[in-house]
């Protein structure tokens, strides 16, 4: 069974730093990972798609990387802005079964 | 194209009773999939329904049971609800199961 995990469960950081969020997961067996942003009480936006084959994608300010023999993937989220106030999940989706997998995610607060 | 849409968008019921939630997937995908998420918890997966069929199921009690109808739109009944029930309830759509895109949920409290 995939479990995916995200450290740390919050983060807090003044406006202009870099943000480094970080999702692990025990089965490599997966077809994509996909980060997702959240805002409270609302649904999931999708930000960024990693193919199992791909090590990293970019949009914008945003930067998702994949290490798929580690179980690892790491969004890097720059120069960090207020409106990037949210929490952030990351999904693994399993080539065995086409379940996706969350992590709990990771609450960002960009202080101004 | 409207994107993947709910209805209701808020819902309180009683414990017991039985409770439908609707689902209409972005317009060109053919499989939803249904999530129950938690206050501070992520998503966890209920089923997915691909050509009207259940094609994955996580580990959800029968009370949690689904329909898809010929134009792709879902369908998720929970019956004899129970307060662990209360939770937002996500729709996603997709083509064949890969990327998903997900709609706004519906929240649903049970007293």
Redesign the interface.
């Known amino acids: 069974k995939q479990e995916v995990t995200q450290i740390p469960a919050a983060l807090s950081v003044p406006e202009g730093e870099n943000l480094v969020l970080n999702c692990s997961f025990t089965d490599s067996a997966i077809y994509n990972l996909q980060w997702f942003r959240q805002d409270p009480g609302k649904g999931l936006t999708s930000l960024l798609l990693i193919q199992s084959s791909q090590r990293e994608q970019t949009s914008g300010r945003l930067n998702a990387s994949l290490d798929k023999s580690s179980g690892r993937s790491t969004l890097y989220i720059a120069a960090s802005q207020p409106g990037d106030s949210a929490t952030y999940l990351c999904a693994a989706l399993s080539s065995n079964d086409y379940k996706l997998s969350f992590g709990a995610g990771t609450t960002v607060t960009v202080r101004a | 194209d409207a994107g ?1 849409t ?1 209805s209701p968008t808020h819902l309180i019921k009683t414990r017991g009773q039985q409770v439908t939630l609707r689902c209409s997937p972005k317009s060109g995908h053919d499989t939803v ?1 249904w ?1 129950q998420q938690a206050l ?6 209920i089923f ?1 329904y691909y050509e009207e069929e259940e ?2 199921r ?1 580990n959800f009690p029968d009370r949690f049971s689904g329909h898809q109808f010929p134009n792709y739109s879902s369908e998720l009944n929970v019956n004899a609800l129970l307060l662990g029930d209360s939770a ?1 309830y ?1 729709c ?1 759509s997709s083509l064949t ?9 519906t ?1 649903l409290t049970v007293t």
């Not at chain 2, 199961?97 to 949920?105: I, V």
């Open positions: 993947v709910q999939s999530y501070g918890q992520g998503p966890q997966f997915q094609r994955q996580g937002l996500l996603a199961g890969f990327e998903q895109y997900f709609g706004p949920g929240r």
